[in-house]
T-cell receptor, first 116, second 112 residues
Framework: AQKITQTQPGMFVQEKEAVTLDCTYDTSDPSYGLFWYKQPSSGEMIFLIYQGSYDQQNATEGRYSLNFQKARKSANLVISASQLGDSAMYFCAMREGLTNAGKSTFGDGTTLTVKP | KAGVTQTPRYLIKTRGQQVTLSCSPISGHRSVSWYQQTPGQGLQFLFEYFSETQRNKGNFPGRFSGRQFSNSRSEMNVSTLELGDSALYLC???????????FGQGTRLTVV
């Protein structure tokens, strides 16, 4: 089974609107971390937001928020007030356990296109 | 604060050759991870180094190796290059490997 599933290969959103990118994960380890990255066409992976499995509150970073539903094993990324510069590939990733330091498993990504 | 620096940005090599890629992490970061990104396989973990020791390794053949120096800079080596090694190689650094990692711009390797 895939550890990280991103079911939306491509998404479109109108500029200034909010968009949710889906991510579900699979792990039996009680300690894990979830990440979202943005990859523009230039190739660089840009860190957006992090959620630890023991964090009580959903993570937020500026226009990015992570809708963490532990029981459903989902970690959706919400981008508010979309901008043209948000057009990129978005990856959800997970690091499991305390022995997997530095090792993350990535989903297949979602290509987001922001329309003017 | 300088980000993660990967050199070179682009490489073209011939099948059978070897290649060395370099990664300088963010100052103070001791964990360096390497990933291979291809259109077919996506992002795959190669290995992670912390304080000059390999802590984790992905499912890649022994042709892929790495090392980390005392200043946390890391190198990755691929020997006997194959066409399938053509990929974007990404390096990520973090403080201890347990929270967010910051990536470099990657090295795009083309094997012909």
């Amino acid at each position: 089974a895939q550890k990280i599933t991103q079911t939306q290969p491509g998404m479109f959103v109108q500029e200034k609107e909010a968009v949710t990118l889906d991510c579900t994960y699979d792990t039996s380890d009680p300690s894990y971390g979830l990440f979202w990255y943005k990859q523009p066409s230039s190739g660089e992976m840009i860190f957006l937001i992090y959620q630890g499995s023991y964090d009580q509150q959903n993570a937020t970073e500026g226009r990015y928020s992570l809708n963490f539903q532990k029981a459903r094993k989902s970690a959706n990324l919400v981008i508010s007030a979309s901008q043209l510069g948000d057009s990129a590939m978005y990856f959800c990733a997970m690091r499991e356990g305390l022995t997997n330091a530095g090792k993350s498993t990535f989903g297949d990504g979602t290509t987001l296109t922001v329309k003017p | 604060k300088a980000g993660v620096t990967q050199t070179p940005r682009y490489l073209i090599k011939t099948r059978g050759q070897q290649v060395t890629l370099s990664c300088s992490p963010i100052s103070g970061h001791r964990s360096v991870s390497w990933y291979q990104q291809t259109p077919g396989q996506g992002l795959q973990f190669l290995f992670e180094y912390f304080s000059e020791t390999q802590r984790n390794k992905g499912n890649f053949p022994g042709r892929f190796s790495g090392r980390q120096f005392s200043n946390s800079r890391s190198e990755m080596n691929v020997s006997t290059l194959e066409l399938g090694d053509s990929a974007l190689y990404l390096c990520a650094s973090s403080l201890y490997g347990d929270t967010e990692a910051f990536f470099g711009q990657g090295t795009r390797l083309t094997v012909v």
